[in-house]
């Protein structure tokens, strides 16, 4: 069993232009997508206020990187965990 992930990010406007970071979502596993998707780090998004890409874009969100099940070794995940 897989765990779909989507990538998305707040769209310009919705949050400051250096909190636009590309959150990581686990897709819903009906057809119809919710209302509002929660990242793994919490944030939150309703329609209209995300982005959705279909790869990786700039800025990841590290929070969700970290709490991310990743099935495969598709994000490029920062590397060293140690930070200044
Ligand atoms: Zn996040």
Redesign the pocket.
Known sequence: MTVRLLLGRPRPGVVGETRR?V??FEAPSQNTPPDRLT???S?SFGPGELELLDRPLGMP?E??LRLTPTPEPQLPLPNGSSET
């Open positions: 970071v959150h990581v990242a793994f780090c944030a969100c929070s969700c």
